[in-house]
């Protein structure tokens, strides 16, 4: 008979090559799922994971890898924090939403501004943008004990909600003949987030991403702070009694992960996106929460799952374009990366033992 | 604006429609927790329900068959969740995630041939006592069944968990999973079961939207719903009860922001739709005060070697 046994200590490299695993059986069974909507398995897994890389038009998609990477990482970066913690941080699409909506301000209240200092202003507005809608469940959780996944989550509703109303009201573009949306930031030069390089489709997030990711590592395994966050995530009572403070953990890691996902957001709606639209966001604030747990809630372990989700999404749109394969099978593809994860991770904690049955 | 054009008893009518998708989200979601899991896939199963419902109540032409798969899709979806908490050990929290982000991709990936099509319409039932009733016949009356069905869940769940022995053994697997393994009881068994009722009401209440409330099927037409649920039922302390009044003060404000809509009041829509979000972040806010009802068991990973 199989019985599992709790390990001591989770198994190092089951926890590394948990991902890798989880990765390759969604490519199994995702190949199936994509037989049965009758599309060739094998062209399908190849369109997604190499066509963007290495295909024909690669030279058109990779830049792309990068603009999708970047917000990606900076919100999953945040929100790993947190979820060391046992804070959980789910609403990072609505203070990604929030943080756009403050650096499109500033832009447009100054428009047409000509000044170097315009686009930090915007950078700084974002990051508090996002930093403040994170403070709200991070304040009442503090203050009244109020379930922050419940209140983080509420509130991307809410600002979804004010983006529209901000797209059709108060932002509108005044020489858009009437059409809902803001003026196209891209064509205001002192607020545009340009690509860096030409080509490469590096913009100031992925720059910022890249710096988080390092800043995080350092946190993490040379801060007194990094370690206080995974003390009270593995040992809450521990925690305490070495002097933890756990509601100001919780306002750090709630803020630290809001002012990151309104830095994305930021730099998304001055960049690739450009305007203030009802559809402004595509849920990268939650495909991000898969990316963390991915990436082991590890940084550099986050850049790498950031880089392979933003290769999912392009190669599901390039399956999408040609061969007919319904966005819908991309979403769920990315969902079951997450439960394959979650299932392989069983290994790294718990051993697989044989046992005979026995009479007791 | 013209603020009389809504009427009290027709608004009363209405909130019981509204707060029915609810009603079994949330009651389903209470077994769940009471049982000391937190399953976070609400919102995924009801919408994994909303469209199983739709697909066979279409093809079938009955709104009954409907509801039915409705249930069998959210407790299908749910078992997934089982598997993985209950048998992979995973982290209820983020297999709860996982399982709405995944229900999201099945749902409108079954639902690709469905957008733009009416649904069979659900009978009404007049009960005749009830209907001739001056002043609240109008509320209680000519709904459909499923409405009734809910409100008898809400006593059955309230009675079953108060009463009977099969509810004694939920709160004790919920309470505290080590003590109940001691006496015998199956605590694994007990929480895939109850984690598949909660999955079964929550598909029925995704399923009211898409067949009754709304009547159509859209990509995402839950729209927070499944969460709003969660929600209720830490409004509710965990109590059968007052999961009907949460429900109602949901169903409520839903109901008057559209009809203060359809009344032309001078706030923009967008900010009058903000408001059932809002109320349940207050009411959470005001409920957590009164901490400590949680089953004490909630969240925590069983294993019979630790």
Same mark, same amino acid.
């Given at each position: ?37 009758? &599309? ?100 009442? &959780? ?49 607020? $545009? ?46 925690? %305490? ?54 990436? %082991?809630? $590890? ?62 | 604006?013209?603020?009389?054009s809504i009427k009290p008893a027709l608004l009363l009518a209405s909130l019981m429609i509204a707060a029915t998708p609810v009603i079994y989200a949330a009651i389903g979601e209470l077994v769940v927790e009471r049982a000391g899991v937190l ?78 099509? &009416?649904?069979?319409?659900?009978? +009404? ?36 968990? +108060? ?13 505290? $999973? ?7 009881? +199956?605590?694994? %068994?007990? %929480? ?115």
């Open positions: 008979m199989l019985r599992l046994e709790k390990r001591a200590q989770p198994s190092k490299q089951w926890a590394a090559l948990a991902p890798v695993l989880a990765v390759l059986i969604t490519m199994v069974v995702g190949g199936g799922l994509f037989a049965l909507l009758g &599309k060739n398995p094998f062209e399908v897994i190849r369109t997604i994971f190499w066509d963007p890389l290495f295909g024909e038009f690669a030279f058109y998609y990779r830049p792309q890898l990068l603009i999708k990477a970047g917000p990606l990482i900076l919100i999953a970066i945040g929100l790993s924090l947190g979820f060391r913690a046992g804070i959980w941080n789910i609403g990072a699409e609505g203070q990604y939403i929030i943080g756009a909506l403050c650096g499109a301000g500033v832009a447009l209240t100054f428009y047409p501004l000509d000044a170097w200092f315009l686009f930090p202003m915007m950078i700084l507005a974002g990051a508090l943008g996002g930093w403040a809608w994170a403070m709200i469940p991070a304040l009442l &959780k503090v203050r009244f004990g109020t379930n922050e996944i419940l209140v983080s989550l509420m509130l991307v509703y809410v600002a979804e909600k004010l983006l529209a109303a901000m797209a059709l009201g108060p932002m509108r573009n005044p020489e858009g003949h009437g059409f809902p949306g803001s003026r196209n930031l891209q064509q205001y030069e002192s607020a $545009h987030n340009a690509e860096l390089f030409t080509g490469s489709g590096l913009h100031w997030g992925g720059i910022t991403a890249l710096l988080a990711v390092i800043c995080a590592y350092i946190l993490l395994n040379r801060h007194i702070l990094g370690f206080n966050i995974r003390l009270l995530g593995q040992a809450p009572r521990a925690a %305490r009694f070495a002097g933890v403070n756990p509601n100001r953990l919780t306002v750090f890691c709630l803020g630290i992960s809001g002012a990151l996902a309104g830095l994305a957001g930021m730099y998304e709606i001055s960049g690739p996106s450009g305007q203030v639209s009802i559809d402004f966001n595509v849920g990268y604030g939650f495909t991000a929460i898969i990316v963390a747990f991915l990436g %082991r809630l $590890h940084p550099v372990g986050i850049l790498l799952a950031g880089l392979l989700m933003a290769l999912t999404y392009i190669g599901g749109e390039i399956a999408q374009s040609n061969m007919n394969l319904p966005a819908a099978a991309i979403q769920m593809f990315q969902g079951m990366m997450l439960f394959f994860l979650l299932a392989v991770d069983l290994m790294a904690n718990y051993r697989l033992r044989l046992t005979r049955a026995e009479v007791s | 604006m013209d603020l009389s399953n976070l896939g609400v919102e995924g199963m009801m919408i994994t329900g909303a469209i199983c419902g739709f697909i066979a109540a279409v093809n079938t032409d009955s709104p009954m068959l409907g509801f039915m798969a409705a249930a069998v899709g959210g407790a299908l979806l749910s078992l997934l969740f089982a598997l993985l908490t209950q048998y992979a050990l995973a982290n209820q929290v983020a297999s709860g995630l996982a399982l709405t982000l995944f229900g999201l991709g099945v749902s409108s990936l079954l639902g690709q041939g469905y957008v733009g099509i &009416k649904p069979p319409s659900t009978p +009404k039932l007049d009960i005749p006592v009830l209907s001739d009733l001056p002043g609240i016949g109008t509320v209680l009356s000519a709904h459909d069944i499923m409405i009734y069905l809910g409100l008898l869940l809400v006593a059955a769940v309230w009675a079953v968990l +108060k009463y009977t022995r099969i509810g004694l053994i939920l709160r004790a697997v919920g309470e505290n $999973h080590d003590a109940a393994h001691a006496l015998g009881y +199956k605590v694994v %068994r007990v %929480r895939v079961l109850a984690i598949m009722f909660g999955g079964a009401c929550a598909g029925l209440g995704g399923a009211y939207i898409s067949l009754v409330r709304v009547p159509q099927w859209t990509e995402g037409m839950t729209a927070g719903v499944g969460w709003i649920a969660l929600a209720l039922v830490v409004f509710a302390s965990w109590r059968a009860g007052r999961v009907l009044l949460g429900a109602w003060l949901f169903g409520g404000v839903t109901v008057l922001q559209l009809n203060l809509q359809a009344a032309g009041v001078a706030i923009p829509v967008e900010y009058l739709s903000m408001s059932p979000y809002l109320i349940t972040i207050v009411v959470l806010v005001i409920m957590s005060s009164d901490k400590n009802k949680a089953p004490a068991s909630l969240g925590k990973i069983f294993h019979a070697s630790s």
